[in-house]
Nanobody, 128 residues
Framework: QVQLVESGGGLVQAGGSLRLSCAASGRTESSYAVGWFRQAPGKERELVAAIRWSGANTYYADSVKGRFTISTDNAKNTVYLQMNSLKPEDTAVYYC?????????????????????WGQGTQVTVSS
């Protein structure tokens, strides 16, 4: 089992920045990759960014490329999501998720069904 706890959400004006953190505990050595997903009211949960715990192989949604950066600190078992140039459409609950198995395709990084452990979520609100 892997436990995930997100932090760093809040209210920010458009154009501002936030950094989300996801602290992992438990059998983290059994996890292959971690992703940040978000879900806005009335919308489906979507991948924002994903990364292997080793730090290799990063993936981003087209809507955040060039603005968001995902990174890992393996010494702290923590994953970060640096969000810059925030827009009102980035408003959502952001979730950290970790896989229990190796991904054999890029598509798996983008699929919520392929992640087994989830945090409780943190709200990000961007005002215009």
């Amino acid at each position: 089992q892997v436990q995930l706890v997100e932090s760093g959400g809040g209210l920010v004006q458009a154009g501002g920045s936030l950094r989300l953190s996801c602290a992992a505990s438990g059998r983290t050595e059994s996890s292959y990759a971690v992703g940040w997903f978000r879900q806005a009211p009335g919308k489906e949960r979507e991948l924002v960014a994903a990364i292997r715990w080793s730090g290799a192989n990063t993936y981003y949604a087209d809507s955040v490329k060039g603005r968001f950066t995902i990174s890992t600190d393996n010494a702290k078992n923590t994953v970060y999501l640096q969000m810059n140039s925030l827009k009102p459409e980035d408003t959502a609950v952001y979730y950290c998720a970790a896989s229990a198995q190796k991904f054999n395709s890029i598509a798996s990084y983008f699929s919520a069904d392929d992640y087994h452990y989830w945090g409780q979520g943190t709200q990000v609100t961007v005002s215009s």
